[in-house]
C-alpha cells in the first residue's frame, strides 16, 4: 500500500539552529501535506504543495517539493522554542480518499 | 471561525465496555474522517464519509462502527475495548473529498481502556 518514509525520527536543536524534516515516497505523488502537533495537541495544517519543484515559504518555514513529486522537505530557519512539535507530512491514499501520515519527525529545542 | 468539535474530550472505559465518540465538522463541511493515534506514533486512518455514505476504510476493526448522519456529524462506536485501544481518536472534515482538501481536525478525544 502506499506509504511514505519520514526522517528523522528525532530532532533536538539548540535555539537558533536550523532543523530539516525529509518525507519520501516510492510512488509518485498528487500532492503532499504538512502538519505540525504540538505536545498534546491536534494536527494543524501547515501547507500543502502540489507543483513539481514547487518551493513555498512561511515566515521562517521552508518546503519543498521535489521534482518528480516523490519528496518533500520542511525546513525551519533559526528554530525558536515556539517550533516544538511533531511535523508530519501526509500525502493522499491511491483512492484519494484519506491521508496518509509519515511517522512524523519531533523536533525538541533548547535555549 | 468555527472548528471541528468532538466530543467527550476524555473518555475512561473498562475493559470490554462500549464506547461512543462524536464529532462535529465544520459548518458546510460534508466529508468527515476518523483516526487513531497511538502514544508517539502517527495518525492512523480508520473510516471516512461523505454525504453520509461511507466513502474509505482503512484500518478500523471490526469491533468499531462509524456513521455520518442528516447534520453531518459522526459517530464512532466502540464495542468489546481492549487495552489496545487506548488512543487519542481524532475526527477531522473538509468539504468534498478531494486529494487535495485540506483536512482540519478536531481536538481529540482521549479515550483510556482499564
Known amino acids: 500500500g502506499q506509504q511514505v518514509m519520514q526522517i528523522p525520527q528525532y530532532q533536538h536543536v539548540q535555539e537558533g539552529e536550523d532543523f530539516t524534516t525529509y518525507c519520501n515516497s516510492s510512488?509518485?505523488?498528487?500532492?503532499i501535506q504538512w502538519y505540525k502537533q504540538r505536545p498534546g495537541g491536534h494536527p494543524v495544517f501547515l501547507i500543502q504543495l502540489v507543483k513539481s519543484g514547487e518551493v513555498k515559504k512561511q515566515k521562517r518555514l521552508t518546503f519543498q517539493f521535489g521534482e518528480a513529486k516523490k519528496n518533500s522537505s520542511l525546513h525551519i530557519t533559526a528554530t525558536q522554542t515556539t517550533d516544538v512539535g511533531t511535523y508530519f507530512c501526509a500525502v493522499p491514499n491511491q483512492a484519494g480518499t484519506a491521508l496518509i501520515f509519515g511517522k512524523g519527525t519531533t523536533l525538541s529545542v533548547s535555549s | 471561525a468555527a472548528g471541528v468539535i468532538q466530543s467527550p474530550r476524555h473518555l475512561i472505559k473498562e475493559k470490554r465496555e462500549t464506547a461512543t465518540l462524536k464529532c462535529y465538522p465544520i459548518p458546510r463541511h460534508d466529508t468527515v474522517y476518523w483516526y487513531q493515534q497511538g502514544p508517539g506514533q502517527d495518525p492512523q486512518f480508520l473510516i471516512s464519509?461523505?454525504?453520509?455514505?461511507?466513502?474509505d476504510k482503512g484500518s478500523i476493526p471490526d469491533r468499531f462502527s462509524a456513521q455520518q448522519f442528516s447534520d453531518y456529524h459522526s459517530e464512532l462506536n466502540m464495542s468489546s475495548l481492549e487495552l489496545g485501544d487506548s488512543a487519542l481518536y481524532f475526527c477531522?472534515?473538509?468539504f468534498g473529498q478531494g486529494s487535495t482538501d485540506t483536512q482540519y481536525f478536531g481536538p481529540g478525544t482521549r479515550l483510556t481502556v482499564l
Open positions: 477531522a472534515s473538509t
Open positions: 510512488t509518485t505523488l498528487s500532492n
Open positions: 464519509f461523505y454525504e453520509k455514505m461511507q466513502s
